[in-house]
C-alpha cells in the first residue's frame, strides 16, 4: 500500500505528517516511531517548500512477515543540494534554519538516503521494526 | 447464475454501460470512442465528437499542455493518473483522469485509453479538512496570568510560522504589560516539535530575557523529548520541567513564593 501526498502549503506538510503518523499506527508502529518519523517527515518537507517550492511526500508499507517497514520517499523539482555532505554536518544552514533538520532527520530513522542534482532531489527514509507477531 | 441471464449481460456492450467517462485517442489524439456516459457529461451525439481532437472536445486544464495524461501515458509507456477539472452537465467540476497506452500486435502504441472519475466529493472533503486546520491554527494563543508576576502560556496544536511569531508577540507583550518576572511556556498540547519550532521557542525565550523574564517549558511528552535529543536541538540554556505543576512551583519559586498546606 501506498500513499502520495503534494507538498504545496504549510498544510500539506501537516497532512503528511498525519497521514505518516495513521499509517504506522495501523501497521502497529509504537507512539515514539510515529513521532520520530512525523517529526523527520516534517524537517524534509520545510526543507521542500523553503527550497524547492514544492514537492511530494509518498509513504510506502514495506512490511513482510518479519518486520514492520515504512518508506518514505520526499522529492522535488528545486535547484538541488550542491554539497551532500556538507548538508548532513550539524550547524550547517543555508536559510537561517538551526541546521540540524538534515542531520537530524537521519538520526531520527534507520535508513536514510540523499540523491540529488540540479532540478531533482529524492530523499528516502525508513523506520523498521521487528513484527510483533 | 443461469447461463441466459450471463449470456444476456456479456451481450450488453459494457464499455457503453461503464457508468463513467471513457474515451479511446489515436495519437494525433483524434476520438475514436467514447461512451454513453462520456456523451452524457459532455452533453454531445457521438455523431458531433467522432473523428474531432480530445482537446476540442472535452477542453480540461491539461489539455494541450504536457501535462496531458494520454500524451504522458502514450510517451512514458505507462499508466498515468492526474487530477483535473472538465464539463459535465454543463458544470465544470473536479475530476481524477487515468490513461494508459494502446498498443497493437506488435507492441507498438498506437493510442491511449482514458476513464474519467467525477472527484467533487473528495475535493469537497479535502477542503474541508484545509478549512479546519487553518481554523485550528487561527485559535488564538490566551496569555493568563497565574500570580503577580507569573505568566501561563499553553499551547495547543500545531505550531506553525505564522502563529510562532504570533505567539512570540502575546508573550512578549503581556510580559510588558503585566511586568512579569516568570512565563511558562506549557507545550503539553503540542504533538511534535520539530527544529522550526524548536528554533521559535529558543527565540521566544531569547526575546523574553531581554525583558528581563525567565521563561519555564513545561509539558514535553516523552515522545517529543527523545525527539529532540536525536535531532540535536540543544535546550541547555532555558529552564525545562516536566509536568506543569512543577514548572508553577519553580516559577513561584523564582518571586519567593511557595505553596504550602493549611493548618488550621
Known amino acids: 500500500m501506498s500513499k502520495r501526498i503534494p507538498l504545496q502549503t504549510e498544510s500539506d506538510l501537516l497532512f503528511a505528517r498525519q497521514a505518516a503518523r495513521e499509517m504506522m499506527r495501523e501497521m502497529g508502529f509504537g507512539s515514539a516511531d510515529q513521532t520520530r518519523m512525523a517529526t523527520a517527515i516534517s524537517e524534509l518537507a520545510r526543507n521542500v517548500l523553503k527550497y524547492a517550492g514544492e514537492g511530494t511526500c509518498t509513504l510506502i508499507d514495506e512490511q513482510d512477515e518479519r518486520e514492520m517497514v515504512l518508506r518514505v520517499v520526499v522529492e522535488d523539482n528545486g535547484p538541488g543540494i550542491t554539497n551532500i555532505d556538507q548538508a548532513m554536518e550539524d550547524g550547517f544552514t543555508t536559510g537561517n534554519g538551526l541546521g540540524a533538520g538534515l542531520p537530524g532527520a537521519k538520526r531520527l530513522v534507520n535508513n536514510f538516503d540523499i540523491a540529488s542534482e540540479p532540478g531533482y532531489t529524492k530523499i528516502t527514509m525508513e523506520i523498521r521494526r521487528h513484527a510483533n507477531k | ?264
Open chain 2, 1 to 264: 447464475m443461469s447461463t441466459t441471464v450471463k449470456d444476456e449481460i456479456m451481450g450488453i456492450d459494457l464499455k457503453q454501460a461503464i457508468p463513467t467517462p471513457v474515451m479511446a485517442v489515436d495519437k494525433d489524439f483524434n476520438i475514436v470512442f467514447i461512451n454513453a456516459a462520456g456523451c452524457d457529461w459532455l452533453g454531445k451525439e457521438w455523431e458531433e465528437i467522432e473523428g474531432k481532437k480530445c482537446y476540442d472536445v472535452i477542453e480540461t486544464t491539461l489539455c494541450n499542455t504536457k501535462k496531458c495524461v494520454a500524451r504522458k501515458a502514450m510517451d512514458e509507456n505507462t499508466k498515468i493518473t492526474a487530477r483535473n477539472e472538465m464539463k459535465c452537465y454543463g458544470k465544470t467540476i473536479p475530476v481524477e483522469i487515468t490513461s494508459s497506452p494502446l498498443k497493437d500486435k506488435k507492441g507498438n502504441i498506437i493510442g491511449g485509453l482514458e476513464y474519467i472519475v467525477d472527484i467533487s466529493h473528495s475535493v469537497k472533503m479535502e477542503n474541508e479538512l484545509r478549512t479546519q486546520t487553518q481554523t485550528i491554527l487561527e485559535l488564538s494563543t490566551p496569555v493568563i496570568k497565574i500570580w503577580d508576576g507569573v505568566l501561563l502560556l499553553p499551547l495547543v496544536g500545531i505550531v506553525d510560522t505564522m502563529r510562532a511569531q504570533q505567539i512570540i508577540e502575546n508573550l512578549l507583550n503581556s510580559i510588558v504589560e503585566n511586568e512579569a518576572e516568570v512565563a511558562i511556556l506549557d507545550l503539553s498540547g503540542v504533538p511534535l516539535v520539530d527544529t522550526a519550532v524548536a528554533k521559535h521557542i529558543i527565540k521566544t525565550v531569547n526575546a523574553a530575557k531581554m525583558l528581563g523574564a525567565e521563561t519555564i517549558l513545561t509539558g514535553f511528552s516523552p515522545d517529543v523529548a527523545q525527539t529532540l535529543v536525536t535531532l540535536g536541538v540543544d535546550l541547555n540554556n532555558i529552564i525545562t520541567c516536566g509536568s506543569l505543576k512543577t514548572g508553577i512551583s519553580k516559577a513561584l519559586n523564582f518571586i519567593g513564593k511557595k505553596v504550602v498546606s493549611y493548618e488550621g
